[in-house]
């Protein structure tokens, strides 16, 4: 079945910094790729997600990079923020698989101001 | 987006009880899902609640521990049964309204805490 590995585990960046946190899939059947941000005691929130027929995608200060060839997602944050601090968390769901996401173990993101 | 309203947010419950999660969705929606996040951990999908049919199960989930009901479009509940310590758990319900079941979106939670 698919396996979805997720680096680095924890991450601290200045504000303003850019952060960077990788994925890599184990199905190349894998056609849909989520980003989850968790903050503390809520539930996960999608903030992005790439199709495997695209190979970036932006909104605003996010975005997302697919190399299928590799097998391989990131998520992007530029200008960062005290309010981006959370746990993200990267998925991968394979065609056939309605609803199943296989999620990474997640990156704890802290931003100081 | 949908809005998901889940009951309870939080409880404590005793070891040997069995406690029903309610999930309600402000719009009809294609397909519910449960998902549990144990503590300090990631997610993993319990089951495909089915309109009007028995739930769909990933391996390692049973309907005996983990019974799941969605008499409409918007409405699912889960119950965990006979719990455990090893229980302790965020229990999620989510939603897609995407016919291949893509872009999930996560209720806010239901955290038990079982003594």
């Known amino acids: 079945g698919e396996n979805v590995e997720q680096h680095p585990s924890t991450l601290s960046v200045q504000e303003g910094d850019s952060a960077v946190i990788k994925c890599t899939y184990s199905d190349s059947a894998s056609n849909y790729f989520p980003w989850y941000k968790q903050e503390l005691g809520k539930g996960p929130q999608l903030i992005i997600d790439?199709?495997?027929?695209?190979g970036e995608k932006k909104d605003q200060r996010i975005a997302v990079t697919l190399n299928k060839t590799a097998k391989h997602f990131s998520l992007h944050i530029t200008e960062t923020q005290p309010e981006d601090s959370a746990v993200y968390f990267c998925a991968a769901q394979w065609a056939g698989s309605q609803g199943n996401l296989i999620f990474g173990k997640g990156t704890k993101l802290s931003v100081k101001p | 987006s949908a809005v998901i309203s889940q009951k309870p947010s939080r409880d404590i419950c005793q070891r040997g009880t069995s406690l029903t999660i309610q999930c309600q969705v402000d719009?009809?929606?294609?397909?519910m899902f449960w998902y549990r996040q144990q503590p300090g951990q990631s997610l993993t999908l319990i089951a495909t609640?089915?309109?009007?049919?028995?739930?769909?199960?990933e391996s390692g989930f049973v309907i005996d521990k983990f019974p799941i009901s969605r008499p409409n479009l918007t409405f699912s509940t889960l119950t965990v049964s006979n719990m455990s310590p090893e229980d302790s758990s965020i229990y999620l319900c989510?939603?897609?309204?995407?016919?291949?079941?893509?872009?999930?979106?996560f209720g806010e939670g239901s955290w038990l805490t079982v003594v």
């Open positions: 790439i199709r495997s027929n695209v």
């Open positions: 719009s009809q929606v294609t397909m």
């Open positions: 609640a089915n309109q009007g049919s028995e739930a769909t199960y």
């Open positions: 989510s939603v897609s309204d995407s016919p291949s079941g893509n872009t999930i979106y």
